[in-house]
């Protein structure tokens, strides 16, 4: 579990793959796709087993952000949008890291495990952006990747790998959401990163 501090400055940072020699770039994959003394298409192959792939884009997130609902339908905020700018994306990668309104009056069974929760994360594709803080009701073209713990106490980072694909110049999203009066989706950070198969 991850717990963060009351003090933070906040920004918003898209960058492109970090320099640590041991991380594939663009330069290392090539390399193996030309120079191992195998055929194309299994060489291919093996680097998506293995999940060898630069990472094109990583963007963060630090400003602290809260979706609650105004009634008992569903409130969803947008919290983090980056553009794709790549083709052959082979994954995203998102984290969070989130909390609840820290209480419940549902069942003590429930509190501290991820079930009656009604604060969750949704990601999506979109065609085009849209503002921070946004706001908007269910939408089912949205996908849930990740339930905040029930009651949770401390802020806690939780990862998803996402493996829907979007298109070059595609937005993907991430949006916050909460059910119910009394629940709040509290976020401290989020970071999205993009990961593709370079081509020749």
């Known amino acids: 579990m991850h717990s963060a501090s009351s003090s933070s400055s906040s920004s918003t940072s898209t960058t492109p793959a970090p320099s640590n ?3 594939p770039t663009r330069a290392s994959y090539l390399h193996l796709l030309t120079h191992l003394p195998l055929p194309l298409e299994l060489v291919e192959k093996i680097l998506d087993m293995a ?3 630069p990472l094109a884009v990583e963007s963060h997130d630090d400003l602290p952000r809260e979706a609650r609902p105004r009634n008992i339908r569903q409130s969803s905020t947008l919290i983090h949008s980056v553009r794709v700018p790549v083709s052959n994306v082979r994954k995203v990668r998102f984290t969070v890291t ?8 549902a069942d003590r069974e429930l509190q501290g495990t991820y079930e009656g929760s009604w604060t969750w994360f949704e990601a999506e594709m979109a065609e085009t952006d849209e503002a921070i ?3 908007r009701e269910n939408d089912m073209d949205r996908e849930r990747i990740i339930t905040n713990r029930h009651a949770g106490r401390s802020y806690e980072e939780q990862v998803h790998n996402w493996r829907r694909i979007p298109k070059m110049g595609e937005y993907v999203q991430l949006w916050a959401c909460a059910m119910f009066p009394g629940w709040e989706n509290k976020v401290w950070e989020t970071k999205i990163e993009v990961y593709y198969a370079p081509e020749e």
């Open 51 to 53: 999940e060898y792939w």
């Open 133 to 135: 803080g946004a706001a």
């Open 98 to 105: 989130s909390k609840d309104q820290g209480w419940s009056s």
């Open 21 to 23: 020699s041991l991380l």
